[in-house]
């Protein structure tokens, strides 16, 4: 190979991998921010952790955690704090657009970033636990006392150790489980753990600049241009290792949440989720009941899957889905077999099993009677209006089968003795009878026996009738 041949291939090379797309990409860093609004839940943890992973995969220099939420379930909570503290990347939480607000578990994921913002007019806080064994313990705890949180709450009559209800007692150990995390947080990022623990107790809130005098947060920004500015040159502890930030003048980059995190937004809701059940249920029934129908049972299947898989994804409580089930069930039967009991039993047991079906409620995540209320009087008024047809349906003469055949005229073809053969709706039936019978005798079909009918003369009939 000559000389020029090997130059010419090695300038092809290098030209190659200098405007190679993988190289360019590789050496500009970008921010990627993703906004969490709404109610803290499975559908903002799985967003959070899609755009951690796509942060971590294309190297990015931050990720823009942009919050305005009134809180949600400390299990989402939960798992997205555990994804923050893992994150090989930088996350920056910021409180905006002004008006926005962490209240609640967005007080926590706020201080669980590795840099802390907010947007003027916004405001932070109200982290109090509001419902009971909603908080599990913090890492390495015991989860044992938690686990039967739900069931001590039904016996608040009892009392604890201390001589106080055994209620207050499940709060104390909740609350004081809240502070022992938000605590914890305040001295991994170097916050200010005392108001941290005054939002717990007390519910306290801060507005932005507030927030930044108690050193709760690192700055306010206006915009994610000011943000990153202010961002820039700090120290912060990724992963255990330290990293100065250098974000100054970084482009910004959206993610926006994909089908099935909007998907999961609508129907981890557990209003919708119970209305997809039923409208899974029915449908499923209708189809039963109307077979070849094809669309009520296909919907009603897809409807009834979204619905568990939802419920599979909230902490219910397995004894309320139950008590809706059964309700569901005595209302079907009600509706075919009508006694009034098993109706008034069904609405009964699908409305207490709707007030326990969540185990533990947030903000964005409790029942509507709203809905519940209106779901279960529809149910009753389908059943009731469906058992009034069924019920007017046993009144009406047969219209198929032997019983229907019962009082049929029918033409004499052939007649010999006691039996012959009769034309009946069109065809030719083998026939007898206990009465003497001539052709041409006008007659009718009183039984059916082995494809044989048993017939009478009509006058025959009409006179035992007035007898």
């Known amino acids: 190979m000559s000389f020029a041949r090997v130059a010419f291939l090695a300038v092809a090379f290098v030209a190659a991998a200098a405007f190679s797309p993988f190289a360019s990409a590789g050496s500009e860093k970008v921010a990627l921010s993703v906004a969490i609004d709404g109610a803290i839940g499975p559908a903002s943890t799985r967003q959070l952790e899609e755009a951690l992973d796509v942060a971590?995969?294309?190297?990015?220099?931050?990720?823009?955690?942009q919050l305005d939420t009134p809180g949600g379930l400390v299990t989402s909570m939960r798992e997205m704090i555990a994804d923050i503290l893992a994150s090989p990347v930088p996350v920056i939480g910021y409180v905006a657009?002004?008006?926005?607000?962490?209240?609640?578990?967005?007080?926590?994921?706020?201080y669980a970033t590795h840099i802390a913002a907010m947007a003027p007019g916004t405001n932070l806080g109200a982290a109090t636990p509001v419902e009971i064994g909603g908080l599990p313990s913090l890492p390495g705890g015991d989860n044992g006392d938690q686990k039967n949180q739900g069931d001590q709450k039904n016996r608040g009559d009892q009392k604890g150790e201390d001589g106080?209800?055994?209620g207050d007692a499940m709060m104390a150990k909740v609350t004081n489980d809240a502070v022992a995390l938000i605590r914890s947080l305040a001295e991994l990022r170097g916050r200010n753990g005392d108001w941290g623990e005054k939002a717990v107790r007390?519910?306290?809130?801060?507005?932005?600049?507030?927030?930044?005098?108690?050193?709760?947060?690192?700055?306010?920004?206006?915009?994610?241009?000011?943000?990153?500015?202010?961002?820039?040159?700090?120290?912060?502890?990724?992963?255990?290792?330290?990293?100065?930030?250098?974000?100054?003048?970084l482009p910004v980059e959206t993610l926006e949440p994909g089908w099935f995190i909007q998907l999961l937004s609508v129907i981890t809701d557990p209003n919708i989720a119970v209305i997809l059940m039923l409208v899974g249920v029915y449908g499923i029934v209708f189809e039963f009941?109307?077979?070849g129908a094809v669309a009520p049972g296909v919907?009603?299947?897809?409807?009834?899957?979204?619905?568990?898989?939802?419920?599979?994804?909230?902490?219910?409580?397995?004894t309320g889905l139950?008590?809706?089930?059964?309700?569901?069930?005595?209302?079907?039967?009600?509706?075919?077999?009508?006694?009034?009991?098993?109706?008034?039993s069904g609405v009964a047991a699908f409305l207490f099993g709707a007030a326990m079906l969540l185990r533990v409620e947030g903000p964005g995540f409790a029942m509507s009677w709203a809905v519940i209320g209106p779901a279960a009087a529809?149910?009753?008024?389908?059943?009731?209006?469906?058992?009034?047809?069924?019920?007017?349906?046993?009144?009406?003469?047969?219209?198929?089968?032997?019983?229907?055949?019962?009082?049929l005229p029918v033409e004499i073809l052939d007649w010999q003795g006691g039996e012959g053969h009769v034309l009946a709706l069109g065809e030719r039936w083998r026939a007898r009878a206990d009465e003497p019978i001539a052709a041409g005798d006008s007659v009718e079909v009183t039984e059916i026996s082995d494809l044989v009918l048993t017939v009478r003369r009509r006058d025959a009939a009409r006179n035992g009738a007035r007898q």
Request: with cysteine.
């Open 299 to 318: 919907i009603g299947t897809i409807c009834l899957v979204l619905g568990l898989y939802a419920l599979n994804l909230l902490p219910i409580n397995y």
């Open 378 to 407: 529809l149910t009753l008024g389908l059943a009731l209006l469906t058992g009034t047809y069924v019920w007017a349906a046993r009144k009406n003469p047969p219209r198929v089968g032997g019983e229907a055949m019962r009082g």
């Open 164 to 166: 106080r209800p055994a």
């Open 97 to 110: 657009p002004a008006g926005g607000h962490a209240a609640s578990a967005g007080t926590y994921i706020l």
């Open 202 to 249: 007390e519910a306290a809130s801060l507005s932005a600049n507030a927030a930044l005098q108690q050193h709760v947060i690192d700055f306010v920004a206006h915009d994610t241009t000011e943000l990153l500015q202010l961002a820039d040159g700090r120290t912060v502890d990724v992963a255990g290792k330290k990293v100065v930030l250098a974000t100054k003048g």
């Open 289 to 291: 009941t109307s077979p």
């Open 322 to 344: 139950a008590l809706m089930l059964l309700g569901i069930a005595f209302l079907i039967i009600e509706a075919l077999n009508s006694t009034v009991l098993l109706g008034v």
């Open 56 to 65: 971590a995969k294309r190297d990015a220099a931050v990720l823009i955690l």
